[in-house]
């Protein structure tokens, strides 16, 4: 991250802050899954094209995270 900011790499910033916020929420579904262990529900996945960023409900309008379209996400079956 350090060398792409001294470079001035915009659009690698960007690609790895989605990668990073896309990453927790994953860190978070995984502890979630882990949680409730043998009693999960079927929830539907969607996953943002544009950044990575997963949901288990879709946004109103804009991806929580790269604030593109909701029309990027795609259901993961
Ligand atoms: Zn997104």
Known sequence: MAL????????????LLYAQKAEAE???LYQDALDNLGKNA???LYVCKVCGYTV??????NCVSCREPVSNYELIK
């Not at 792409?4 to 960007?14: G, Q, V």
């Open 4 to 15: 792409a900011k001294k470079d001035e790499a915009k659009p690698a910033i960007r690609t």
């Open 26 to 28: 994953h860190a978070k």
């Open 42 to 44: 079927d929830v539907p």
């Open 56 to 61: 288990t409900k879709l946004p109103d309008k």
